[in-house]
C-alpha cells in the first residue's frame, strides 16, 4: 500500500507563514499543490513504479483535487472514505457536504460517506489512532492492498507509518504490519528552497 499525502492547499500555505489557523474551510489546493499532484501521478504511472490497481482518498477537496490526475492517469475510480480524513483540529478541516462532492465529482464512488461526514469538535490523537486502526484491520488482509494508492493528510500519514511526510510526498506501508510504537504529533516545518546554483 502507498500512502500519499496531498499537494500544498491554501491552509498549509497559510499557516507555514504564520503559524495560526488561517481560517479556510476545505482548503484547495495551491498552484504549488496542483503540480505536486502531477508529480505524483507521473511517478505513479512510471514504467517501474508499482502497478496501483485501487485508489482510495479523503473526502477533503485538498484530498480530491490531488487524487484527480492520478485517477486520469491510471484510468481508475476513486473510492471515497473519511476513515482516511486528517485529524480534526482546524478550519481547514470543516468538510463540504457529501450531496455538494457527489455533484462536484459524479465519477468517484461517494457510497462510504454520510452527507456530514467531519466532526464537529476537536480530535485528539487518540480519535486518530483509533481510525488507522479500524483501517488496518479492514485492509489488512485484502488481496489488493499491495496496488492501493491511499490519498490522505498529514495525521493520518503519522498515525499508519510513524513518519512525517510533507505535501505531495508518499511512504509505503503495510496495512497487515503492527502500528507505530512512538508518534510525534509535531506537523514537519518546511524544507529550504535549493540553494541557487553559483
Given at each position: ?81 473519511p476513515?482516511?480524513r ?37 480530535e ?17 488482509g ?57
Amino acid at each position: 500500500m502507498i500512502l500519499l499525502r496531498h499537494g500544498q492547499s491554501e491552509f498549509n500555505a497559510a499557516f507555514t507563514q504564520a503559524r495560526r489557523d488561517p481560517g479556510i474551510v476545505d482548503a484547495p489546493l495551491t498552484a504549488l499543490g496542483h503540480a505536486q499532484a502531477e508529480a505524483a501521478a507521473a511517478r505513479l504511472a512510471a514504467a517501474d513504479a508499482p502497478a496501483i490497481t485501487r485508489i482510495i482518498a479523503s473526502p477533503y477537496l485538498r484530498a480530491l483535487q490531488t487524487a484527480a490526475p492520478i485517477a486520469r492517469r491510471l484510468r481508475l475510480g476513486v473510492e471515497i472514505s473519511p476513515l482516511v480524513r486528517e485529524r480534526f483540529k482546524f478550519a481547514c478541516d470543516i468538510g463540504t457536504p457529501r450531496s455538494a462532492l457527489a455533484e462536484a465529482w459524479p465519477r468517484h464512488d461517494f457510497s462510504a460517506v454520510e452527507e456530514f461526514w467531519w466532526p464537529h469538535r476537536e480530535e485528539g490523537a487518540a480519535g486518530v489512532i483509533e481510525r488507522a486502526a479500524r483501517f488496518r484491520a479492514l485492509h489488512a488482509g485484502t488481496p489488493d492492498h499491495h496496488g492501493t494508492l491511499v490519498i490522505s493528510h498529514w495525521g493520518f500519514i503519522l498515525a499508519m507509518t510513524g513518519q512525517s511526510i510533507g505535501n505531495g510526498e508518499c511512504v509505503a506501508c503495510d496495512p497487515a504490519a503492527a502500528a507505530p510504537e512512538t508518534l510525534l504529533w509535531q506537523a514537519p516545518r518546511p524544507r529550504p528552497p535549493a540553494a541557487e546554483p553559483q
